[in-house]
């Protein structure tokens, strides 16, 4: 992983890493409750802090971990 995810930065308690489907870094992609299948740019790596719903995420937003509070 090149640059850490914003997500995990912040503490997200939904974040779950990264995933690499052929254990390769050009698959690699950070992975969360919200997004099983791959954390958008705008919230992995920009501005949106997905304080707020968005497309796609089965209703599951950002929400700080406890110990990080």
Known sequence: ?????NCSRRGCIHFRGVSQPDGTEQTETVICSAF?????VVIAYGDNL??????????IQFQKR????
């Open 1 to 5: 992983m090149m640059t850490e995810p």
């Open 36 to 40: 099983p299948k791959g954390i958008p």
């Open 50 to 59: 997905h304080l707020t719903p968005f497309p796609g995420d089965g209703g």
């Open 66 to 69: 406890e110990d990080d509070a």
